[in-house]
Nanobody, 127 residues
Framework: QVTLVESGGGLVPAGGSLRLSCAAS????????LGWFRQAPGKEREIVAA????????DYADSVKGRFTISRDNAKNTVYLQMNSLKPEDTAVYYC????????????????????WGQGTQVTVSS
């Protein structure tokens, strides 16, 4: 399994931006399809964004479409989540996750699809 470490979280005012990074070690991130999830207090962990192994396909939760962008840099062994126009409801712990895909263009949406997880990074958006 690959080891994932998130960074880039913090406290930001509403309307601000953050870029989360997820650095992989142990195995190259180019072997995996990737996703970003988040979990707010008292809520279930939910998918935020997903990117295929090839990088050609991406998808987003309706709540973040047009504001968040997932990307991958295989040369740096890192996946990113650019978050713009942040809202207080975006406050959560954000996790990156990896899965060995069956096909190069497949996106994975379910928590149980992923078999490697980072430890999470806190994002707090103040109103």
């Amino acid at each position: 399994q690959v080891t994932l470490v998130e960074s880039g979280g913090g406290l930001v005012p509403a309307g601000g931006s953050l870029r989360l990074s997820c650095a992989a070690s142990g195995r190259t991130v180019s072997n995996y399809a990737l996703g970003w999830f988040r979990q707010a207090p008292g809520k279930e962990r939910e998918i935020v964004a997903a990117i295929s192994w090839s990088g050609t396909n991406t998808d987003y939760a309706d709540s973040v479409k047009g504001r968040f962008t997932i990307s991958r840099d295989n040369a740096k062994n890192t996946v990113y989540l650019q978050m713009n126009s942040l809202k207080p409801e975006d406050t959560a712990v954000y996790y990156c996750a990896a899965v060995t895909p069956y096909y190069t263009t497949t996106l994975y949406y379910r928590r149980q699809d992923y078999d490697s997880w980072g430890q999470g990074t806190q994002v707090t958006v103040s109103s």
